[in-house]
């Protein structure tokens, strides 16, 4: 398997096992999964030249909006699996640590707090949320989740690898 093979399955993985994750909140903390409808309606409102709003929520709903978040989140994913190995090297796939995983991992939580939260609506960090540190804990968490699983699926992954 290549580079994109790798990128493919390593950024997949890890965004599977944050899902997991999401889906295992529910009962254990009592906080609902993530709405990537909310994504694909503010993704597809860029098209019309409208990168942020007082409320995505209010926002005019989008034909599509559930499948285009999804596929959102799963390329977003994949991308920050390439910087991943762009930044360590493919033979990271070979001999995965677990450092540059949480590294990558939990720095995209800038994505978020810089980018998704501020262009939705909710502030930088979540600032206009009613509960930032909660929901600032959370996105820390998950994208640590993701990290764990960029690190897990290229233990899986190194089978696959064949230089």
């Keep these: 398997m290549d580079y994109v093979g790798l990128t493919l399955l ?33 993704f597809a409102h860029m098209a019309d030249g409208h990168f942020r709003h007082e409320s995505i929520a209010a926002a005019a709903p989008v034909r599509g909006e ?40 939990i720095g995209t939580v800038l994505a978020p707090f810089l980018l998704m939260q501020p262009g939705m609506g909710a502030g930088i960090a979540a600032s206009r949320t009613p509960r930032p540190g909660a929901a600032r804990l959370q996105s820390l968490l998950t994208h640590a989740v993701f990290g764990f699983g960029l690190y897990a699926t290229a233990w899986v992954a190194r089978s696959f690898y064949s230089p």
Excluded at 86 to 94: D, T
Excluded at 95 to 102: N, R, V
């Design 66 to 105: 559930r499948l285009i978040g999804w596929a959102v989140h799963y390329l977003t994913g994949i991308a920050f699996a390439a910087l991943l190995i762009a930044i360590w090297g493919i033979e990271w796939v070979r001999q995965p640590t677990p450092g540059p995983a949480l590294i990558v991992g």
């Design 10 to 42: 390593i950024g997949i993985g890890a965004t599977a096992v944050m899902d997991l994750w999401g889906i295992l909140r529910k009962p254990l903390l009592g906080i609902a999964l993530p709405n990537y409808g909310l994504v694909g309606r503010w």
